[in-house]
């Protein structure tokens, strides 16, 4: 940080720099060096990015995260652009062309945990819809679905999605006009790891199983000494059902010694389809820790391509958590 005299405690002096914070710093401090008795601060600005801030990783408690975030919508009438749903302003809104299916998106700047949105309609409302989140703002996924919507406010609070981008999809108007929202607000935070393991002791399938007492139910029974192991061939699976689409942001994998030497992590919401979350290759067995997933799907899936020994793909335990 440059620094700059100002020769005495009655001149001011504007003082601007670049400041570069090793990996996981979570505390700055400002520390005054001179000779002189008194120090005088009128403001002390601090920008995440060149020109203004960047994404918050711990945004305050409550605090709306889409506000005066960058927009995109399907269509937009006149004036009433995608921008409009996001000013914090109730007097403007986003106006969609008179047809299904519309869209509006917000990038929030980096990968939060979505857990409530708020949309304040105008008389043009949306009665089928859906709420979605990305990591990508390309590949979507829905975390919940509403019909019979009536206009209004819709305050939907429960919700288990991770993402950069939420999205509204509008699939019925509610009215013979487009889709109009004065706000769109969505609430959440990224926090830390918190939360149990969302596999223990869920519903499991999979492609084969050694024999009885080495079923899929066995990967995820909380327990270490006993496991699932597949037959001697690829590729196999083990897939887990939690029951409703949950946000995935940590899996861990207890390997016995028959382990997947390449493999993938997929997500569902019908266990038909499935997104790839990540790709493993190379790996060596043990313990396998994957971090900052941003997925989201009902169904997790352990697609095993290449074993790394002679055997089967075997899983002391398979664990998953929100964060």
Do not use: C
């Amino acid at each position: 940080m440059p620094r700059r005299p100002t020769g005495g405690y009655a001149n001011f002096a504007t003082v601007t720099g670049g400041v570069t914070a090793p990996t996981g710093t979570r505390t700055l401090f400002l520390v005054f060096k001179g000779t002189g008795p008194w120090f005088d601060l009128d403001e002390f600005t601090l920008s995440g990015s060149p020109g203004g801030p960047g994404p918050d990783p711990d945004p305050e408690p409550g605090a709306n995260l889409a506000q005066g975030k960058p927009a995109r919508a399907s269509s937009f009438e006149g004036a009433f652009v995608a921008a409009n749903a996001f000013d914090g302003d109730a007097g403007t809104r986003w106006g969609s062309s008179f047809s299904d299916p519309q869209w509006i998106d917000v990038d929030l700047g980096a990968a939060y945990a979505i857990n409530r949105v708020k949309l304040t309609w105008e008389a043009a409302y949306g009665s089928g819809y859906q709420i979605q989140t990305s990591t990508d703002g390309v590949t979507f996924t829905t975390v919940r679905t509403v019909t019979g919507g009536d206009g209004g406010v819709d305050d939907l609070t429960g919700l288990t999605g991770t993402g950069r981008y939420v999205r509204l999809l509008g699939t019925t108007r509610g009215t013979a006009w487009g889709y109009s929202l004065f706000e769109f607000e969505v609430y959440g935070g990224s926090g830390g790891p918190t939360g149990g393991n969302l596999l223990l002791n869920k519903p499991t399938s999979t492609s084969s199983n050694e024999g009885a007492d080495v079923s899929g139910a066995q990967a995820v029974d909380g327990s270490l000494t006993t496991r699932w192991s597949s037959t001697f061939s690829d590729p196999q699976w083990i897939r887990v059902d939690l029951g409703s689409p949950t946000a995935i942001g940590r899996v861990k994998l207890n390997w016995e010694a028959a382990y997947s030497s390449t493999y993938q992590i997929q997500t569902s919401n019908d266990g038909t389809t499935w997104t790839t979350v990540k790709t493993v290759t190379g790996a060596d067995g043990g313990v396998d820790e994957h971090t900052a997933l941003g997925a989201n799907g009902r169904y997790l899936r352990i697609y095993g391509t290449a074993r790394g020994t002679g055997y089967g793909h075997s899983l002391w335990e398979l664990e998953a958590y929100a964060n």
